[in-house]
């Protein structure tokens, strides 16, 4: 898209992504319950965006129907105190509507756009608040140098487990060949059950402690309860079959994308490289099944 000659301010942002989540359900904090998270790491760019200023021209976004990112724009730009205006290109390299959090890539390199075009610096937590008021819910993928327990409806860090990453082979699947997708802030709010609630605070301490030791099998079993907790709520197509043919296989655990349809198949690197034989007979499995394979990826390091 060409832009205006009178132009003189243009930022551009970058976001990156994750893979769903190890661990998604509610907790209690001050007092109360909130929903929260631990996203899946995933290496690479989500969202690049590119803000341009555009005096007397309305704010724009290039492709038009990413209205998260310009509402972000537009609450980044009344943040700093700018007008609402100029042109915001959007490219994002997540599949929208399997749970990888696509949006909120787009969101969060839009307002680094924007304030990388006025010089200003936010830290994660202003990022997130302001992508909490642009799509409601948000993923934690601002907070790039740590993994956190986040509240996904509020935009707050309840716990953070530090820089060390779980390492894994991921051998990634979309269960959905319709490709429909879903819409996040379409699903209903779960309710727990009080034996439920009990699971999920077993789990975030079980989770603690993983981080603590540096244990990636360990994380591995958490995320796999997670995931069979959260078939209540947002069934998966062909979860009992990923997670048969994962203990099959002799795989750490799985770890899904809890409102959307992709799943992860958790190897140890040191024994299913992601390029070995091993991973490409799973992702066989996998297309047998009438599922769709995304290929294997590796996390974290040793």
């Not at 998260?68 to 490219?91: N, W």
């Not at 799509?135 to 820089?163: H, K, T, W």
């Not at 078939?231 to 079959?241: G, K």
């Not at 799943?263 to 992702?283: M, W």
């Amino acid at each position: 898209m060409p832009a205006d000659q009178t132009a003189q301010r243009v930022g551009t942002g970058t976001a990156g992504r994750h893979h769903g989540e190890i661990l998604q359900g509610v907790c209690v904090h001050a007092g109360s319950l909130s929903p929260c998270l631990i996203t899946m790491p995933f290496r690479g760019t989500g969202s690049t965006a590119r803000y341009t200023w555009m005096p007397q021209r309305t704010l724009e976004v290039w492709p038009n129907w990413k209205k998260k990112a310009e509402r972000a724009a537009r609450l980044a730009l009344e943040h700093i105190g700018e007008e609402s205006a100029g042109c915001l290109e959007i490219e994002c390299s997540v599949a929208t509507g399997i749970g990888l959090g696509s949006s909120t890539c787009d969101v969060v390199a839009a307002i680094r756009a924007v304030c990388c075009a006025y010089g200003v610096q936010l830290d994660a937590g202003r990022i997130a608040r302001i992508a909490i008021d642009a799509e409601c819910a948000a993923d934690p993928i601002m907070f790039e140098n740590e993994v956190v327990l986040f509240a996904q409806r509020q935009g707050r860090v309840l716990e953070s487990f530090g820089s060390w990453i779980p390492h894994y082979t991921v051998v990634s699947v979309d269960t959905d060949l319709a490709g429909g997708g879903v819409e996040t802030l379409n699903l209903p709010v779960p309710e727990y059950t009080d034996a439920e609630l009990a699971i999920l605070a077993g789990l975030i301490d079980r989770i603690r402690q993983a981080f603590r030791r540096r244990d990636s099998s360990a994380i591995a079993e958490v995320a796999t309860a997670s995931a069979e907790l959260n078939q209540r709520f947002v069934p998966m197509r062909s979860f009992d079959r990923v997670r048969v043919l994962a203990e099959r296989y002799g795989a750490l655990g799985i770890q899904i994308s809890h409102s959307g349809t992709v799943a992860g198949i958790l190897f140890d690197p040191r024994r299913v490289p992601p390029n070995s034989d091993g991973a490409a007979r799973v992702e066989e499995q996998l297309r047998s099944m009438d599922l769709s394979p995304l290929g294997p990826f590796v996390t974290g390091g040793v």
